[in-house]
């Protein structure tokens, strides 16, 4: 009887245990979903949370600068939840990242001149080394573009988009100052739209829109007035795309002197003639007359893609992002690389960065980053991230036919700027970690600084051309300024931790 009992009990006690392992092995499996969260974007978990805050870093810089940082300051975030528009918005937004200053005093300039005496030390080390000849990295190295790796010359009736894929060269998408760019923004505001159908691929709703001859722009519909910021419980994969994110970004990128996102413009559409009467027939399909009796139409994808979050015409307009075609892939393969510095995309696990103190020595290693100009590339798309506020990069491509030593496409901004009184320094954690970044950046982040046009003033100019003008809300363009000097401040922490011959600035690699 006993014995008959004991088996039972041993019975029971296998059963609960092969259970438990099943349970187990289920929950490993779903956890493991999740984390395929960026190839597999349908499986995200809308509700994810990801924490930052590195325990274990106890040493790391990245955690040194955040603690110090906030320390100093008052926190940059107090103001997030309002959506009140001041007049004072510029010297409010100021404050909060200055300390507690007598409000009184005028706030003294810090001109970062220890920075400026390394970027010019940099470039007289730099000088020196191409003078006797020990210059590594070859300046005199070509540049060709992709019409000449290709062996394709334009057509005569080339249109300004063909010819400027074309001019796609091994450093940048285009050259500083080059008309180009304003034919193809031209072309893509004022060419007649003939076809219009919903691009595969990515969670949230974007249209190809096709031109004459053969010129594409890709299109993202405005969904909030430009006051609107990321709601408190949206995570970064969550957040709704701005397009006026998509055409801001294109400007700071310009500005930074990187060149590496394509052509951004905004245009104002009549949703009837220009969308719903040139859509596909799958486009087509979803659209429907609101009971305002306007025209709307949701399309299909895996985010807000349904009649609950409609983009409707008010009444018959609609504002829109224009992105200039990238070359398709026939012409020119992009390779796809994951960012070293991913966020993890899943709520209960960190990425390694997060937790290991020596994450860059590790990526320091691993090609491509070991060599060349890609981790200084991924350095620049940090602090360029870290302006506009996008926590949303994930993957990033290249242009196959150059090799691994090229440019780094800046691709999808549509998440920046959505939070305009928080600065989010995990964005900033490759420059952190890596103590690194490229001498013509941090010369060009001094200047914004030091003035006497202060990043804000440029945008506002560059943007100034824009049909949709004014682009960003005025708190945006405040924030821009104070994460400039959160930027400089992080880099005199960097340097002040690698005295000597470390030196914190990377030497610049492009011609
Ligand atoms: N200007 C462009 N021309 C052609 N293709 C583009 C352009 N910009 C982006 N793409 C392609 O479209 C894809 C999706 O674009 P984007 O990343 O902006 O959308 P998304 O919905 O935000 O994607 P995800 O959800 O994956 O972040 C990109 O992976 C890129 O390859
Ligand atoms: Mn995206």
Redesign the pocket.
């Known amino acids: 009887m006993f014995g008959l009992r004991s088996l039972r009990m041993k019975e029971r006690l296998a059963i609960g245990f092969g259970a438990s392992l099943v349970l187990f092995t289920l929950l490993l499996v779903i956890d493991l979903q999740m984390d395929l969260g960026v190839a597999n974007?349908h499986l995200m978990p809308s509700h994810a949370r990801v924490r930052y805050v590195n325990d274990e870093d106890k040493n790391g810089v990245f955690r040194d600068f955040k603690r110090k940082f906030l320390q100093k300051s008052n926190s940059s975030g107090s103001k997030e939840a309002s959506t009140t528009i001041t007049s004072h918005g510029r010297s409010a937004a100021d404050s909060s990242g200055s300390g507690q200053r007598n409000p009184t005093e005028p706030p003294e300039h810090d001109n970062f001149d220890d920075l400026m005496s390394l970027v010019a030390e940099s470039r007289r080390n730099s000088e020196a080394r191409s003078n006797t000849g020990t210059d590594q990295s070859n300046e005199s190295e070509e540049n060709p573009t992709l019409g000449d790796m290709m062996d394709i010359r334009p057509s005569k009736n080339a249109s300004y988009l063909e010819r400027f894929q074309l001019g796609i060269s091994k450093h940048e998408l285009y050259r500083e100052s080059d008309p180009i760019v304003d034919g193809v923004v031209n072309d893509m505001l004022h060419l007649p739209i003939q076809h219009v159908f919903q691009?595969d691929?990515?969670?949230?709703i974007?249209l190809v829109i096709e031109f004459p001859n053969d010129v594409k722009a890709?299109f993202k519909p405005m969904r909030f007035p430009r006051e609107q910021q990321t709601l408190p419980n949206h995570f970064y994969f969550t957040d709704f795309?701005r397009h006026n994110a998509e055409i801001a970004a294109f400007h700071v990128d310009r500005l930074l002197g990187f060149r590496r996102t394509?052509p951004v413009t905004g245009r104002l559409l009549n949703i009837t003639t220009e969308i719903y009467q040139v859509a596909d027939d799958d486009l087509l399909k979803t659209f429907f007359v609101s009971p305002s009796s306007n025209l709307c139409f949701h399309g299909k994808c895996s985010y807000y893609c349904d009649t609950a979050h409609a983009i409707c015409g008010n009444p018959d307009t609609l504002e829109g992002s224009f992105?200039?075609?990238?070359p398709s892939y026939e012409q020119a393969h992009r390779k796809v690389w994951r960012h070293p510095w991913r966020r993890s995309y899943h709520k209960r696990r960190k990425a390694q960065w997060e937790t290991d103190a020596d994450y860059c020595a590790m990526i320091r290693d691993i090609p491509p980053y070991d060599e060349g100009r890609r981790l200084l590339d991924l350095m620049d798309m940090s602090v360029f991230d870290f302006l506009i506020g996008n926590m949303?990069r994930h993957h990033y491509?290249t242009f196959k036919v150059f090799g691994n030593d090229t440019f780094t496409l800046h691709?999808?901004h549509?998440r920046g700027f959505g939070r305009p009184y928080h600065d989010e320094l995990s964005i900033l954690a490759p420059v952190l970690q890596c103590c690194l970044i490229r001498t013509t950046t941090l010369q060009s982040l001094l200047k914004f600084h030091n003035g006497p046009k202060h990043l804000s003033d440029l945008l506002r100019e560059s943007m100034q051309s824009d049909p949709l003008n004014p682009i960003l809300w005025e708190p945006h363009l405040n924030a821009l300024d104070r994460r400039v000097k959160i930027i400089l401040q992080a880099i005199r922490e960097c340097v002040k931790k690698n005295p000597g011959d470390e030196v914190a600035i990377g030497e610049d690699d492009i011609s």
């Open positions: 974007r691009k691929g990515g969670t949230q974007k890709l795309e394509m992105a200039a075609f990238l949303d491509e691709l999808d549509g």
